[in-house]
């Protein structure tokens, strides 16, 4: 059952271990490639952890579930690791505004996300801002990455009142003090 589906609508009805258990069991040889393909998963398991009607928990296992779907889009279906980063992130705060910090989790804590968030930038927030000032007259790769830094931050805007009194979080609250100046 596992390596005989042919598209990604196979999958319905499925719980999200089963979902799980599929996406954690794929390799290089048996992983779908196209991008499309896992549309499904991604918007089964997006919306199961958007749905208030269900259990807190249901819902972070869903979003878990999403979290790794996006996951192997972008290690098997080429999805670009900006994008893929910016889902992930987005869900995770979303799920910590709506539903609440779970303090003992490295996925669903606001600290821990604007770790994550961090560490995935490649300017800092003086190279950024510089940058910002004249984006109409820098090389289009330079505004795709201050454009890339602008949307992984968002997130954040979500969470921020919840960072704790860190020097990241103060990074964090700096870094969302510029993002509307990014292009």
């Not at 799980?20 to 952890?49: C, F, H, I, M």
């Not at 992930?88 to 505004?97: Q, V």
């Not at 790769?141 to 949307?151: S, Y």
């Not at 931050?153 to 003090?177: D, F, I, K, Y």
Request: hydrophobic share 45%; net charge negative; with cysteine.
């Amino acid at each position: 059952m596992w390596s005989t589906l042919g598209s990604s609508r196979d999958m319905a009805g499925w719980s999200a271990s089963q979902l799980r258990e599929w996406a954690e069991g794929l390799d290089e040889s048996r992983a779908p490639r196209d991008v499309k393909w896992w549309s499904y998963a991604y918007v089964t398991s997006q919306g199961n952890a958007y749905d208030a009607a269900l259990a807190d928990e249901a819902r972070r296992e869903w979003a878990a579930v999403f979290l790794l779907i996006v996951d192997c889009m972008e290690r098997f279906a080429a999805r670009d690791r900006w994008a893929a980063a910016a889902e992930r992130f987005n869900m995770r705060a979303y799920l910590i505004h709506h539903l609440g910090q779970v303090d003992s989790s490295a996925t669903w804590n606001a600290d821990t996300l604007a770790h994550d968030i961090l560490a995935m930038l490649t300017l800092s927030p003086r190279q950024a801002r510089e940058q910002a000032e004249q984006w109409p007259s820098l090389p289009i790769d330079q505004i795709r990455a201050l454009r890339h830094h602008k949307n992984v931050l968002a997130p954040l805007t979500l969470v921020a009142h919840l960072l704790g009194p860190t020097a990241e979080a103060g990074l964090a609250r700096e870094w969302l003090a510029l993002r509307p100046q990014l292009p």
